[in-house]
């Protein structure tokens, strides 16, 4: 397979429906997905299989133990943790091709533990105060496309 554009990682996610989405965005625009457990499915739930419809066989995709494994795994890349708690707007990252892109989970978002360690690298997605967060699937889409945008991604078609 040939070097993925974006890893987008998904730390312990919760619902298989968003994982399923997220995975064919990933597939559409040449992704790695990396999922960290525990996870709040299993792998072969027909939920995760419907949501990315007959892309999953297409997906480039790897699981986890845990943050650390990721991490040994992923040496010398930039990391940009999306989380509501940001110090910076999603636009204001500055992407690159290769770029890891961390999202928590649907009901916990991300331990304090890990978005300690990358200050200034914490981006969010501006939201009325009534709105307690965004839905994980399309949260990830707009953050991969604004990644794509930011480098000029040649379409596909």
């Given amino acids: 397979m040939p070097e993925p554009i974006l890893h ?4 312990q996610p919760d619902i298989p429906q968003n994982t399923g989405n997220i995975g064919r965005t990933c597939v559409a625009v040449g992704a790695k ?7 709040g499915f299993r792998l ?3 939920h995760l ?9 297409h997906l480039d995709w790897q699981v986890v133990e845990s943050w650390e494994e990721l991490v040994r795994l992923l040496p010398d890349r930039n990391f940009w943790l999306i989380e509501e708690c940001g110090d910076k707007l999603v636009w204001d990252g500055s992407f690159s091709p290769g770029d890891v892109l961390v999202f928590g989970s649907e009901t916990r978002g991300l331990p304090p533990g890990i978005l300690a360690g990358y200050p200034g690298r914490i ?3 501006p939201m009325r105060e009534n ?13 991969i496309y604004e990644a794509l ?9």
């Fill in 131 to 143: 709105v307690r967060s965004l839905n994980l699937a399309s949260t990830a889409a707009a953050a």
């Fill in 33 to 39: 997905l990396w999922l960290i457990r525990p996870l």
């Fill in 8 to 11: 987008i990682v998904l730390h």
């Fill in 49 to 57: 299989r419907r949501a990315g419809m007959d892309y999953w066989p």
């Fill in 44 to 46: 072969d739930e027909k």
């Fill in 123 to 125: 981006l969010k997605f």
């Fill in 149 to 157: 945008r930011q480098f000029q991604f040649p379409s596909a078609r």
